[in-house]
């Protein structure tokens, strides 16, 4: 699955083969179909491995007492990705664009969900802060993270995640602090 994840990020889906899959995870390609019979099923496995991640990161940034601190955790994550991201862009992003091209399946929904899942914990943490409108500040910070994986895959330059990343860490720190966080933000 991991194998799957990867090459799909790295080629897309219409350019991978099982035999590349097979190949990077160092298995016979006979493996690979005993398990995936068909390509939507390797991009299922991909999606599966990219709600793993998402699960783990969060997991890991929920252990931090404050969600304004969760929040600037996740976007240096994301700026940890920026050379990953300059050169493939966002995984599940890229994933999802691709798969809406494709005119059967359905994988274009199931790319969404992944990227709900994210949408709705970044909602969570803007909810415990008690800042008006959740939803919508979910939607422009994970927003600001696609267009800045967007822009670093294009024009080749991770340097647009650190500044990008530097500008959305300012931006937390100006959202109305309602008391009820510590002087830490």
């Known amino acids: 699955m991991a194998a799957a994840a990867q090459v799909l990020h790295q080629q897309g889906v219409e350019r991978t083969t099982i035999a590349d899959i097979a190949g990077a995870a160092g298995?016979?390609?006979?493996n690979v179909y005993y398990y995936f019979k068909t390509k939507d099923e390797l991009v299922q496995a991909a999606l599966a491995e990219h709600s793993g991640y998402l699960a783990e990161l969060t997991g890991e940034l929920?252990?931090?007492?404050d969600p304004l601190e969760r929040l600037k955790a996740l976007i240096g994550a994301?700026?940890?990705?920026r050379d990953v991201a300059a050169r493939y862009g966002c995984p599940t992003g890229?994933?999802?664009v691709e798969l809406d091209k494709r005119a059967e399946g359905g994988m274009d929904l199931e790319a969404g969900k992944v990227i709900r899942l994210l949408l709705d914990w970044v909602e969570r943490?803007?909810?415990?802060l008690g800042l008006p409108d959740p939803d919508d500040l979910a939607i422009?910070?994970?927003?600001?993270y696609?267009?800045?994986s967007l822009l670093a895959n294009a024009l080749r330059d991770p340097e647009i995640m650190t500044r990008e990343g530097n500008r959305l860490t300012r931006w937390l720190d100006t959202l109305p602090n309602d008391g009820t966080r510590g002087?830490?933000?």
């Open 27 to 30: 298995v016979p390609v006979g």
């Open 62 to 65: 929920d252990k931090l007492p």
């Open 78 to 81: 994301w700026v940890g990705q």
């Open 94 to 96: 890229t994933l999802a």
């Open 125 to 128: 943490q803007f909810r415990e």
């Open 140 to 144: 422009a910070l994970v927003g600001a």
């Open 146 to 148: 696609q267009g800045m």
């Open 183 to 185: 002087s830490n933000s």
